[in-house]
């Protein structure tokens, strides 16, 4: 399974809620990865106007709104892909066999369906909708605790 999506959402959380820029090496020690593989998904969020980071200054800042990110944004972004992809059909069915024979476009109307509503969910949800989540996860769970 990739993780590159979690990622990028966790690693956009940690820059917009920071108070100083963060380097590639803070996020990394976060997200539990390495540096590198934060860089590279940097390198995507950053050429797709969401992040900023310059040669000299250590880290990074977030340069569009969190409300003005969409989850399919990052999804495209770090994915880089122009459609959501979620399901693959297998590829050596026995054309003899009826089932065989129809099963590829009956699951691909089918997988493609539930891929647009899939689309049009991530559309509706913002980066400002996940800090806004774990905000009140955080608040929730320190009251747990103060209760304990």
Known sequence: MDIKF?????TLILIAESETPMNSEQIATSVGT??????????????AGMIEGRRGI????????????????????????ESLHLFDIHQNSNDTCIVGHNI?????????????????ELKSITLADCINNMRQYINE????EKQE
Do not use: C, Q, W
């Open 6 to 10: 979690s990622s990028a959402i966790h």
């Open 34 to 47: 390495n540096a590198s593989y934060i860089r590279k998904l940097t390198t995507r969020l950053r050429k």
């Open 58 to 81: 250590s880290g990074f800042k977030l340069i569009k709104k969190p409300e003005d990110i969409s989850l399919l944004d990052i999804y495209d972004t770090v994915m880089e892909t």
């Open 104 to 120: 590829r476009p009956v699951l691909n109307g089918m997988f493609r369906n539930m891929e647009e509503r899939v689309e049009n």
């Open 141 to 144: 769970n320190n009251e747990k």
